[in-house]
């Protein structure tokens, strides 16, 4: 049976929006100007007994400060860009990832602090947002030029590169990493290029800044969730972006 999909379907519109999913299920719900998303309930719950802040309606979204929302989102590009929708929705303006990445180069070490510079498209979301023929998505410089600010200011040591976003990471292969390595791309996750791709689609800033939780290769190999510099490295950096955006 020979079946194709519908063109250009960034550019069509849809039968629902995001305000009509909030306006429903959580009604009063008003997002401040920046979001911090993470992906690790653990370091989430911790950062929320020393930041201290105040519960919403949205469930694992906090306000820090009327300017300044924290939210724990499961992984992958599906659910953080449904949850970036409804933030945009309700009058968020930027959003900044915190998350986890594996190093694709063997100069890398568990807990690196690495700052996305954009996003190689290898999951499901950015097609349904921005032409399918478009290879990369981009962070904003602006909002990239204002973390590589406060990193320098506050001495936070951190890398700059490409990422590899992806839906499968079990199937991140031998013969990519090799790959995409030799031609510039640092590291592999599975949320950037996505929220990339919705936050053009929506108008609005979008940045992503990763630890280094696993290398693909080098000497060393293998997971690295349970180093203490990982879990060191989460509180400090998010004090530090939490800092510059309160």
């Not at 979301?125 to 973390?147: D, G, M, T, W």
Request: hydrophobic share 35%; charged share 25%; aromatic share 14%.
């Amino acid at each position: 049976m020979k079946f194709s999909k519908v063109k250009n379907k960034h550019l069509l519109r849809p039968v629902f929006s995001a305000r009509d999913f909030v306006e429903r299920y959580h009604p009063g719900f008003q997002s401040p100007e920046t979001v911090i998303s993470v992906f690790n309930r653990s370091f989430f719950q911790q950062a929320l007994s020393y930041l201290k802040p105040q519960k919403t309606k949205y469930k694992d979204f906090y306000k820090i400060s009327d300017r300044l929302g924290i939210n724990l989102s499961p992984p992958g590009a599906a659910c953080l860009s449904s949850r970036l929708e409804d933030f945009f929705a309700c009058g968020a303006e930027r959003s900044v990832i915190f998350g986890f990445a594996g190093g694709l180069r063997g100069n890398m070490n568990p807990g690196d602090i690495v700052l996305c510079s954009g996003a190689l498209i290898d999951e499901g979301v950015s097609a349904h947002y921005q032409s399918r023929k478009k290879i990369f998505s981009y962070p904003c410089r602006k909002l990239n030029a204002e973390l590589k600010e406060v990193f320098d200011r506050e001495k936070i040591k951190y890398k700059c590169g490409l990422s590899w976003t992806t839906d499968a990471p079990y199937m991140e292969t031998f013969e990519e990493v090799d790959h995409y390595s030799k031609n510039g791309i640092i590291t592999v996750e599975m949320e950037a290029s996505a929220s990339f791709s919705v936050s053009s689609k929506r108008g609005k800033s979008a940045a992503a800044v990763f630890l280094i939780s696993d290398l693909l290769s080098g000497d060393k190999k293998g997971f690295a969730f349970h180093y203490a510099c990982l879990k060191r490295n989460f509180h400090s950096g998010l004090k530090t972006i939490v800092k510059a955006f309160s």
